[in-house]
């Protein structure tokens, strides 16, 4: 069926050439990983961290390309991809808060219509398991058409933002020169975006050092005594460095789940309702507020949640119910502080102030900047 | 450049791989002994064309409605010899658009040549494709044609809009139907009985099948559905997989078998 794409003469070709040509790809292929070349170190976030599980998105997926990478970030700062010209990706997912919305439980989309969850942090994409916190969506590719399609969001049909992109001679230029001649189409937008969404890769926190043993990774007495406590009670489900096991699970937020039931969204299981995606701990003192309705303001009020105030019901997560019946992790007060302590070394400022991940420079995206400095203080 | 020619590079390695092995099948079947099916589904109401101007249409019981948007897919189409084997035809994903005349004729090419007495095809897609590689949804799977849902990976397998006339106020008529997954799956198989007339495939002529799709039929199936009560269905639902075996129990019915 992919023979069927090339044109004949090529088919044709190929099948002439066939071991010679086989060689010659081997070869080439063995060359491209062995060497690393400038285009692809101009790309953030390309890295294999050594503390890291191995990359679910790889880079052969989507080979990190300098234009392509920044084709990408233009459009996911590009407002003009929203029905009303006012909102971008990343009018909700701002750099200095590891691309959460900061101050926002529900984010405006176009017209100010309201968001039905809170939109979350994006960092280490290509270590993720299906995405949104309901796991409906398959792949990152993908991901880019749930909030550029949703009424509440973007509320653009993927043809309009094709139209849109093909009406644009810059962007017929850009795309042109990523992706060859011809109409823009929907894989190469779709591979566009998730060049940069796939860059959003945070592994420098003190944590990460730390772990790495790399120079200025050291934690002090009450962060490691954090991190203890933290490994002890948090990591079955906040798991790996990358500190979520990727799996779906009722934290305890409500007796019932009707306004949101989570996972049972998407697989109308009884069994699944109320669980959701189990967060990225990664720059969490910069994520807030928490949950996926962003019901609390502060790493404290999440503690305490744990703490004492996990409601019953039928899905609650059994790491969640103590042998002797307790709802929750018991925590005691400085436990809490301790474990407040070690979540501050999972911020990684280099990233959350990495300037190639900020929007590009120009008169288009010049509106953009004093929320992103807000958001900053 | 050179890490930007790895896609390309990785896409002639596996096209290569599938020039041998399509290479080593060709040399067996060097006989003349496909010819094609011209395919055409009319999308009717009773014995109306349909039309999307905002005609008011009668349902079984009596309702009445108009519709802006009808379209749904057609895929993994079989066609069965009187002696039960099955050509099970590859790579055919058809989405048939109302607004689009020309996208309810096709022709199926490469069929084995031989006499058929049944067809049967999922309205809608499989599951293993519709779940697939965006970047390999190309044509009539692109998820720009609207006919997907960006919240939960996967097809609308068929839409449904309109308007229901005969309440007052009118109501939208909204009956998106797609998903994959138990309980809910929608993925169903319409076999329309060929009324014992013969599709015979030679690689001399070009028979031809007229189907007709009749709307009413979405509502009046194993289960009957008043319009007045029609729930909105935009996701995965107990309504939905109703819904869905309405539609392949009798939307479709062969109107007409030419020999041409």
Not at chain 2, 34 to 55: P, R, Y
Not at chain 2, 102 to 116: A, E, K, M, Q, W
Not at chain 2, 205 to 234: E, H, N, W, Y
Request: net charge positive; glycine share 8%; charged share 15%.
């Amino acid at each position: 069926m992919l023979l069927m794409l090339l044109p004949a003469g090529l088919r044709r070709w190929l099948a002439h050439w066939r071991p010679a040509a086989l060689l010659a790809l081997g070869a080439a292929v063995v060359g491209s990983c062995a060497t690393q070349p400038d285009a692809l170190r101009a790309v953030p976030g390309t890295g294999q961290p050594a503390n890291f599980p191995v990359m679910v998105y790889g880079l052969a997926k989507n080979p990190p390309d300098a234009a392509a990478f920044a084709l990408g970030r233009r459009l996911f700062y590009d407002s003009q991809l929203s029905s009303d010209g006012r909102v971008s990706c990343g009018s909700c997912h701002q750099a200095a808060a590891a691309f959460a919305h900061p101050g926002h439980r529900f984010s405006p989309g176009v017209a100010g219509r309201l968001a039905t969850r809170h939109a979350p942090a994006l960092q280490n994409l290509r270590w993720r398991q299906g995405f949104l916190a309901d796991g409906g969506v398959l792949s990152l590719e993908l991901q880019t058409l749930a909030p550029l399609t949703s009424p509440d969001e973007m509320n653009t049909p993927l043809a309009t933002a094709l139209a849109k992109l093909n009406a644009d001679p810059e962007y017929r230029r850009l795309f042109a020169a990523v992706y060859g001649p011809g109409k823009i189409d929907t894989p190469q937008f779709l591979r566009a975006l998730a060049q940069f969404t796939a860059a959003l890769t945070s592994a420098n926190s003190r944590y990460d050092k730390y772990v790495r043993h790399e120079a200025d990774g050291a934690l002090t007495a009450p962060e490691l005594r954090g991190r203890a406590l933290f490994v002890a009670k948090c990591s079955g489900c906040h798991a790996t460095d990358l500190f979520t096991d990727e799996s779906f699970r009722n934290n305890g937020l409500d007796r019932t789940f009707a306004h949101d039931s989570g996972r049972a969204h998407i697989t109308s299981r009884a069994t699944d309702r109320g669980r959701f995606k189990v967060p990225s701990l990664r720059n969490v003192a910069h994520t807030a507020p928490y949950m996926h309705d962003g019901r609390f303001a502060t790493l404290a009020q999440v503690l305490a949640h744990y703490a004492h105030g996990v409601q019953p019901s039928a899905t609650l997560d059994p790491l969640l119910r103590q042998p002797s019946g307790r709802l929750g992790i018991p925590l005691s007060g400085a436990q809490q502080a301790e474990l407040l302590a070690f979540l501050q070394t999972l911020t990684d400022d280099a990233f959350l102030t990495d300037p190639r991940l900020a929007p590009p420079a120009g008169p288009a995206f010049a509106k953009l900047a004093p929320l992103t400095a807000a958001a900053r203080n | 450049m050179k890490n930007r020619s790895f896609p390309t590079l990785l896409a002639f390695l596996l096209t290569t791989t599938a020039v041998i092995f399509s290479g080593c099948k060709r040399d067996s079947d060097s006989q003349p002994t496909v010819g094609a099916i011209s395919f055409e589904v009319k999308n009717v109401v009773d014995t109306q064309d349909l039309a999307l101007d905002g005609t008011a249409y009668t349902a079984t019981n009596g309702e009445t409605f108009t519709v802006s948007t009808f379209e749904y897919y057609i895929s993994n189409i079989k066609l069965t010899k009187s002696d039960g084997t099955t050509y099970a035809v590859p790579a055919e994903y058809r989405l048939i658009n109302t607004a689009k005349p020309d996208s309810n004729r096709f022709t199926l090419r490469n069929i084995p040549v031989g006499s058929y007495t049944g067809v049967s095809f999922i309205v809608g897609v499989d599951s293993t494709t519709t779940k697939s590689d965006p970047l390999a949804l190309a044509g009539a799977l692109n998820p720009a044609n609207s006919m997907y849902w960006a919240w939960s990976t996967g097809h609308i397998f068929l839409k449904l809009e309109g308007t229901v006339t005969s309440t007052r106020p009118n109501k939208a008529l909204t009956c998106h139907i797609g998903g994959y997954r138990a309980p809910y799956s929608a993925i169903v198989t319409a076999a329309p009985s060929l009324n014992g007339a013969t599709l015979v495939v030679r690689a001399s002529q070009l028979p031809k099948i007229t189907l007709a799709a009749d709307v009413r039929k979405l509502f009046d199936g194993p289960t009957k559905f008043a319009l007045s009560s029609f729930p909105t269905t935009m996701m995965p639902s107990a309504a939905s997989v109703q819904v869905a075996n309405n539609y392949a129990a009798g939307m479709f019915s062969v109107k007409q078998i030419q020999a041409n």
